[in-house]
């Protein structure tokens, strides 16, 4: 069992910066391939970024390419999501996933075996 802890969450105005966190409890970090996910009021969730397992290629939704960059610190069992440039659309509750092992579709919910509680992030205009 994973145990993912987000945090970073906050409120900022719209062209502004934040960084989220995801700490993982596990002795396998460098197994996992990790992600993020988003989900606005009102609409489904939907994937924003994911890195292969043990750090590996990183990979970004159409809408977050150029402007959220992901790093990974294994010696924390932490990954990051930093957001710069954001919008009052990027206003979501911040998912943070885990998958045990490699896998083909980063970018689909039901290829992740943990899930963090999630963490609030809201853009102001």
């Known amino acids: 069992q994973v145990r993912l802890v987000e945090s970073g969450g906050g409120l900022v105005q719209a062209g502004g910066s934040l960084s989220l966190s995801c700490a993982a409890s596990t002795r396998s970090f460098s197994t996992l391939s990790m992600g993020w996910f988003r989900q606005a009021p009102g609409k489904e969730r939907e994937f924003v970024a994911a890195i292969g397992q043990g750090g590996g290629a990183a990979y970004f939704a159409d809408f977050v390419k150029g402007r959220f960059t992901f790093s990974v610190d294994n010696a924390a069992n932490t990954v990051y999501l930093r957001m710069n440039n954001l919008r009052p659309e990027d206003t979501a509750v911040y998912y943070c996933?885990?998958?045990?092992?490699?896998?083909?579709?980063?970018?689909?919910?039901?290829?992740?075996?943990?899930w963090g509680q999630g963490t609030q992030v809201t853009v102001s205009s």
């Open positions: 996933a885990a998958r045990d092992g490699s896998s083909w579709a980063l970018s689909l919910e039901n290829h992740y075996d943990y």
